[in-house]
Nanobody, 114 residues
Framework: QVQLVESGGGLVQAGGSLRLSCAAS????????MGWNRQAPGKQRELVAT???????NYADSLKGRFIISRDNAKNTVYLQMNSLKPEDTAVYYC????????WGRGTQVTVSS
């Protein structure tokens, strides 16, 4: 059974930074693609970034250069470093483990004030 627990969200002013963490239980973390998705109020959930077991990354075009995804397989943890935050980055951010069955965390709220 895989469980994902996000942390690190909060309230930040525009231009600030936050680092999200996602701790995963289970033995398949190190071989799985991990990702971050977000859902803003009144909008559909959207992909933020993914990272393969080997460290290859992929980002939503609109977020390239501001967000960085990374992982520590020894700690079963994936991170999302968010810089130069904008009010439109306000959303609930979800950690995802992609496998035969995709797993989602409960999310962490990020609020960016103008």
């Amino acid at each position: 059974q895989v469980q994902l627990v996000e942390s690190g969200g909060g309230l930040v002013q525009a231009g600030g930074s936050l680092r999200l963490s996602c701790a995963a239980s289970g033995s398949i973390f190190s071989t799985s693609v991990m990702g971050w998705n977000r859902q803003a109020p009144g909008k559909q959930r959207e992909l933020v970034a993914t990272i393969t077991s080997g460290g290859s990354t992929n980002y939503a075009d609109s977020l390239k250069g501001r967000f960085i995804i990374s992982r520590d397989n020894a700690k079963n943890t994936v991170y999302l470093q968010m810089n130069s935050l904008k009010p439109e980055d306000t959303a609930v951010y979800y950690c995802t483990l992609y496998s035969q069955s995709n797993y989602w965390g409960r999310g962490t709220q990020v609020t960016v004030s103008s």
